[in-house]
């Protein structure tokens, strides 16, 4: 299919999303606004990118490779936070969440193949409910259903519809110009 000289390139092209992808993600952990149990973070921005600008398989790897830097002891988990005992804490759910949100959400695009407002806002919507239902699913198995969705739900619902509101609008204009 591809020479060996190809294979390469497809290869250096993945990792270098990759890269992209999993600094998005750190960089946008640390904007924060500091709820208990559960903060506000802007990782659910890098999210919804990835799952609209990458490969099923890239997304997931770039899901995944951020989740081991951060389990092996980089800072890249919300509050600089970092290490496997970050997969115990409440907020661990939403962590694995975002890869069902990027698995949905590449998912579906690759089915509807139009890339309209509605589409991405689709996609977009769907990625977070993937996000929420993972993440209030664990919180909830830690502090009961009631209160893992006030905490791990209701105070996300605005911000959650904002920032997919957001992705899916620049989605146009940044693949647009992302090879001007």
């Known amino acids: 299919m591809y020479s060996k000289a190809e294979n390469i390139a ?15 993600l750190a960089c946008c952990s640390q904007i924060s606004i500091p709820l208990q149990p559960i903060p506000i973070t802007m990782q659910s921005v890098a999210v919804l990118l990835i799952g ?3 490969s099923q398989k890239t997304a997931i790897k770039t ?3 951020y989740l081991a830097v ?11 936070g970092a290490g496997v005992i970050h997969f115990l804490k409440p907020s661990a759910g939403f962590l694995f969440g975002f890869l069902a949100a990027v698995a949905l959400m590449t998912y579906v695009r690759d089915r509807i193949q139009k890339e309209t407002f509605l589409t991405q806002l689709l996609c977009c919507t769907l ?5 929420f239902a993972v993440g209030v699913s664990w919180l909830a198995c830690q502090i009961g259903i009631e209160k893992a ?21 620049a989605c146009k204009h940044i693949k647009a110009t992302r090879w001007a």
């Open 52 to 54: 609209l600008f990458y």
């Open 63 to 65: 899901v995944l490779a």
């Open 127 to 131: 990625g977070t409910v993937a996000l």
């Open 149 to 169: 969705i006030m905490v791990g739900f209701v105070p996300f619902i605005v911000p959650g519809i904002v920032k997919g509101l957001i992705v899916a609008a």
């Open 10 to 24: 497809v290869l250096k092209n993945e990792a270098v999303q990759i890269l992209i992808g999993v600094g998005l």
């Open 70 to 80: 951060g389990a092996m002891g980089a800072p890249v988990f919300s509050c600089m």
